[in-house]
């Protein structure tokens, strides 16, 4: 498996202002990350996938200029949330991607915006 | 369109008793399969997985596979009231090896043991 460090747990902004979450591979050097959103009583909903040293692949219907995903090294993805809004408030979660087909997730970072 | 479905539940049980959770798929390509614990405000953690047809225990835990009829179930044998939470089924059309970036989860059932 893997071993994923997600910071913060928990983050309360302000409408308009921008939050930065890290999601850090301990143990595994992560060509790939996976950003996942979920909403109460939702299932969890594949954002992007975050390519080290290249462009994030987005999923249809998440805007790439409100959720900034940089991938800079092979521990470390962030995905920003651009002027945030109340609707934007959610669990977020990254997974590294490895060889096995089952995600290995970070602790997740619950955001929300008043 | 990959479709998981579950039962949100709540599914209640006697503790001791035998909790049965189902989830079926839409994509008969579907692969891998896999079992997450969600307890509430935390990230899913992996109970277990299964590539082929039939059963899989591990514990008080016994996946069962029907690829045929697109179905997929897990047992909790002896329940305890620390199992309470969210289940979520996770579906994968790649094969063991083949990576995650073909996973596609369920809503989850919510289930709880009555102590």
């Known amino acids: 498996g893997a071993v994923v460090s997600q910071h913060p747990s928990r983050v309360i902004c302000k409408s308009g202002t921008s939050v930065k979450i890290e999601c850090r591979s301990l143990d595994f050097q992560a060509t790939t990350m996976f950003w996942y959103r979920q909403f109460p009583k939702q299932s969890l909903m594949l954002m992007a996938t975050s390519n080290e040293g290249s462009k994030a692949t987005y999923e249809q219907g998440v805007e790439k200029d409100k959720f900034l995903i940089n991938h800079a090294s092979l521990t470390l993805s962030t995905l920003t949330v651009t002027s945030a809004h109340p609707e934007d408030s959610s669990f977020y979660i990254c997974?590294?991607?490895?060889?096995?087909?089952?995600?290995?997730f970070g602790q997740g970072t619950r955001l929300t915006v008043v | 369109q990959k479709e998981v479905e579950q039962n949100s539940g709540p599914l209640s049980v006697p503790e001791g008793a035998i909790a049965s959770l189902n989830c079926t798929y839409s994509d008969r390509g579907s692969q891998s399969f896999f079992w997450y614990r969600q307890y509430s405000g935390k990230s899913p953690e992996l109970i277990m997985f299964?590539?082929?047809?039939g059963d899989k225990e591990d514990g008080r835990f016994t996946a069962q596979l029907n690829k045929a009829s697109q179905y997929v179930s897990l047992l909790i044998r002896d329940s305890q009231p620390s199992d309470s939470a969210t289940y979520l089924c996770?579906?994968?059309?790649?094969?063991?090896?083949?990576?995650?970036?073909?996973?596609?989860f369920g809503k989850g059932t919510h289930l709880i043991i009555q102590p």
């Open positions: 997974s590294v991607g490895t060889d096995h087909t089952e995600a290995f």
């Open positions: 299964i590539y082929s047809n």
């Open positions: 996770a579906v994968n059309i790649n094969p063991p090896g083949g990576g995650a970036d073909g996973l596609t």
